[in-house]
């Protein structure tokens, strides 16, 4: 079975500045990464996903995020950051066919002004 | 696309009564759906998994008889808190899976509070 790992629980940073919330997973198989969103007293909502093709994904609100195979990582990154973006982040993989996806333990950044 | 609705999205009630949580895809079919459970700060646990037609498959720890899914058509899900206690107060979340490689789209949650 898959796992994942975010390595930081906490995130703070100033409002502009640039952030990377860090993401590693392990699994035997070909998975698929998501990272997900959540705000308070919320659902989550799907940020971007790395399905195949180029290891560099993006969203429409500026974050990144790439697939590094090598390091079984898949870190999230943007270049500057908005008191908007003060949330919870999850990282999560899910094997090939999709039957089981497992989530990190969320990374919580908090923008500072 | 790709919305799911879940409802109530807070709800409050007594200890020793029942609460049915729904889960709606509303622009496509979902032949399986999840139900978490968020403890306050923490990452979701998945309780379980509902696959429509067929009985949920629970994860280890997970009272069925306290916890019971219903999945009886490709777009709705139910989740009824059985005999509720202050400990079964969570947050709630559903998802559905739309297919191989689109991931999970999110219900809202579900407040449940039990006094």
């Known amino acids: 079975a898959q796992s994942v790992t975010q390595l930081d629980s906490q995130v703070p940073v100033f409002e502009e500045a640039p952030v990377e919330l860090r993401c590693n997973y392990s699994?035997?198989?070909?998975?698929?990464l998501f990272w997900y969103v959540q705000y308070p007293n919320q659902g989550l909502q799907l940020l971007l996903k790395?399905?195949?093709?180029?290891?560099l994904v993006e969203s429409i609100n500026g974050f990144e995020a790439e697939f590094n195979k090598s390091q079984t990582s898949f870190h999230l990154r943007k270049p500057s950051v908005h008191i908007s973006d003060t949330a919870e982040y999850f990282c999560?993989?899910?094997?090939?066919?999709?039957?089981?996806?497992?989530f990190g333990a969320g990374t919580r950044l908090t923008v500072k002004p | 696309g790709a919305v799911v609705s879940q409802h109530p999205s807070w709800v409050i009630c007594k200890s020793g009564t029942s609460v049915k949580i729904e889960c709606r895809s509303l622009?496509?079919?979902?032949?399986?759906m999840f139900w978490y459970r968020q403890f306050p700060k923490q990452s979701l646990m998945l309780m379980a998994t509902?696959?429509?037609?067929?009985?949920?498959?629970?994860e280890q720890g997970v009272e069925k008889d306290k916890f019971l899914i219903n999945h009886a058509s490709l777009t709705l899900s139910t989740l009824t808190v059985t005999s509720a206690h202050p400990e079964d107060s969570s947050f709630y979340i559903c998802?559905?899976?739309?297919?191989?490689?689109?991931?999970?789209?999110f219900g809202s949650g579900t407040r449940l509070t039990v006094v």
């Open positions: 790395y399905l195949s093709g180029s290891t």
């Open positions: 622009d496509f079919q979902a032949t399986t």
């Open positions: 998802s559905a899976r739309r297919s191989k490689g689109y991931g999970y789209t």
């Open positions: 999560a993989v899910s094997d090939r066919n999709n039957n089981d996806m497992r």
């Open positions: 509902s696959n429509e037609g067929s009985k949920a498959t629970y």
């Open positions: 699994s035997s198989v070909s998975v698929y």
